[in-house]
């Protein structure tokens, strides 16, 4: 078990933390709510959360190496896995002298999609294309994917879309609907990420 004593963050790392959590907050997710939501996370995991001091400075080879302590406890219970896995990122850019911020956060999802999660894809990204040519209906298409697919995959493939291809309007948009369904109607927990938070942010001024 983690002692009590040891279940803080940083100090100079709250300031940074806490800009952070301005930035990813919504009209209908105060800044207040994000901050709590993380320190939620940290502590439900403590015994990994903290489970050895923090170090001294940033590092970017760490934050973005996926050890086999980091791996164990991600699959460790894969229902729990969206928040295992924030709780990682959130911990790999911890350290004494502060916080990386939405960028150190970004940097390691990215290194973990590349290296664990992008060459699974292939086959979710082909079947949604398929799906998409002959339907515009977001539920629809969703619908069929989840035929195959897990809703976590289905999540990080339309992350992976919008990452690395030029979508016209219309797919923009049904790739924006479908991510607000995961989150909303499929309950997949808040994400963080940048780039799905900005497309159902637009789907929502326009509606």
């Not at 940074?16 to 301005?22: D, G, I, L, T």
């Not at 959360?49 to 760490?62: A, L, V």
């Not at 990682?88 to 850019?93: G, P, Q, V, Y």
Request: charged share 35%; with cysteine.
């Amino acid at each position: 078990m983690v002692k009590k004593e040891r279940r803080k963050i940083p100090r100079r790392a709250l300031e940074p933390f806490m800009q952070m959590c301005k930035m990813l907050s919504e009209e209908r997710e105060p800044a207040s709510d994000v901050f709590k939501r993380y320190i939620a996370l940290m502590n439900k995991y403590a015994d990994y959360f903290f489970d050895k001091p923090w170090p001294s400075k940033y590092d970017y080879e760490e934050a973005t190496t996926f050890a086999d302590e980091d791996l164990g406890f991600l699959y460790e219970n894969e229902e729990e896995f969206w928040e295992r896995f924030q709780t990682m990122c959130l911990k790999k850019n911890m350290y004494l002298d502060g916080f990386m911020g939405i960028f150190g956060m970004y940097w390691t999802r990215q290194a973990f999609y590349e290296e664990f999660v992008r060459p699974g894809l292939k086959p979710i990204l082909e079947t949604f294309e398929m799906c998409a040519e002959k339907d515009e209906d977001p539920r629809s298409v969703l619908n069929k994917l989840k035929e195959q697919f897990d809703v976590l995959l289905i999540h990080a493939s339309l992350l992976d879309l919008l990452e690395h291809e030029y979508l016209d309007k219309t797919k923009g948009l049904l790739v924006a609907n479908m991510l607000e369904l995961i989150h909303t109607e499929e309950h997949l927990p808040p994400c963080g990420e940048y780039r799905c938070d900005l497309q159902r942010k637009e789907i929502r001024k326009n509606s």
